[in-house]
Structures are given as C-alpha cells and as structure tokens.
C-alpha cells in the first residue's frame, strides 16, 4: 500500500515538473519570437539625408579627439564652439602636443579671420595672424569642405548597429571615405588613400550627425562629436596682451 501511494506521488510530481518545464519552454520560446530586431535603415540614404541636413547649418558645438597617435597634428583634443554667421568665428580650449611637451586647454578664439591663442592654460592670448594660414575652422561647416562632403563621399557604406551618443539614439554606418574629403577637412593628414569612416547619425528626426570617425591607421582615429547643431553662438574680440 505505501509502495502504492509512494509510486502516486512520484507520478505527481513527474507530472508537476513536465507541466513546470513545459510553461518555462512555452515563455522562453514566446520571448524570442515577440521582440524581433528591427530592421537597421539603408546607409546610403540615411548619409544621404544627413549629408542634406549638416549642409544647412551654420554652428555647431565639437569636441574633436585624436585617439591614439596622429604625428601630423599637434591638437590632441579640442573642445569648442563655432558659427558661420554672421561671420566665421569659434572660441574653446585646446590640448596640443608641442615639440614633445603636453599643453592643456589652452584657450583660443578666432575672431575677424584672426586666430587668438594662448599655449598654456589660462595664459592670456596672443595674435596669431589670418586664422586659415593655420587651420581654417569654417572647413568643418562649410558644405564643400565639411562634414557634409565627408557624408557625400562614403563608399561602400553599411549600417552596422545602434548606438546611443549624448542621449542622441543612432544608427552606426562604416564605410570608407575618400582622401580628396578627408584632405578637404583636415590638409595637415596629406592622405593618399581613402580613410575608414564611420558616422553615427540620428534615427530619427532630421538625421543630424551625433558623431564621425576618421582611422588614420590601425588604432588611430580622428573623433568628431558633435551637439548644439544651429545653436547661436556669440564671439567677441578678445583682449591681447
């Protein structure tokens, strides 16, 4: 009699555990087929329309950062604002590396063509002469040099994911960028070949560029991040000493 009710309860609970096991696969399975990915946009149109959408601004917040090595450019991170209206001007800091010693936000303001700069931090700011003899900063805005031509001349273009920049919701596009572009944003590189690019642009919205990379070589890029799109900024003349 007690083998009897000992053989029962093991078929209960045999039977308890299948059920158990089998509502377990039931829900696993029902988890994976309800949260499909959704299907990542086509790369070319979406530079395409980013490409539309930076042409048509005027200023810009950036932070610029070299990671790794780039021997050709002295700034190593740049921090700054700039406008093409109602005139080309930017203010910011700078960290450079100068015959071998680091600088650290270095403060520096282009204003009336001029590039004002100071090559410590906090140090006050002298004239450096015409501002495009050393780096023409309007080339990152304006549509034939900028970002805008950097977007135009992807090849071979893929959206590779989603990403999150600055809150901003993206979606990731390798690619690779033409050396006459690049050349065109940043002459110091002097490159002779096309540069693997990657822009993370808005999904939704107007597609603003939230950030571009340029790899230089293996390990080496340049960074552009980029916010405040179209947000006025306002540049006066410093004092020089």
């Known amino acids: 009699m007690q083998d009897m009710q000992t053989r029962k309860r093991s078929a209960m ?22 949260a499909p990915s959704t299907p990542l946009p086509d790369a070319a149109a979406l530079l395409k329309q980013s490409a539309d959408t930076t042409r048509s601004q005027q200023s810009v917040h950036l932070v610029l950062t070299v990671n790794g090595k780039i021997a050709k450019l002295t700034v190593t991170k740049l921090t700054g604002d700039m406008t093409l209206t109602p005139a080309v001007a930017g203010q910011g800091k700078a960290n450079l590396s100068v015959g071998g010693m680091g600088v650290q936000d270095a403060p520096f303001v282009v204003y009336d063509n001029h ?36 977007l135009d001349n992807f090849t071979d273009a893929k959206a590779v994911g989603r990403e999150e ?11 690779t960028v033409s050396a006459e572009a690049v050349n065109k944003i940043a002459p110091q590189l002097k490159v002779t070949n096309a540069l693997p690019g990657t822009a993370w642009i808005e999904e939704g919205g107007n597609h603003q560029l939230a950030q571009a990379q340029l790899e230089t070589s293996p390990g080496n890029n340049l960074q552009m991040t980029l916010t405040d799109w179209g947000k006025p900024v306002t540049v006066n003349k410093p004092d020089v000493q």
């Open 115 to 150: 590039l004002y700069a100071s090559l410590s931090s906090g140090g006050p700011l002298s004239d450096f002469g015409p501002a495009d003899a050393i780096y023409d900063i309007s080339a990152i805005l304006r549509p034939d040099t900028g970002l805008a031509n950097i």
């Open 13 to 34: 609970l045999v039977s308890l555990l299948s059920t158990v096991m089998a509502g377990v696969l039931l829900v696993s399975g029902c988890s994976k087929s309800e």
């Open 165 to 175: 920049i600055n809150g901003v919701k993206t979606v990731k596009v390798t690619g």
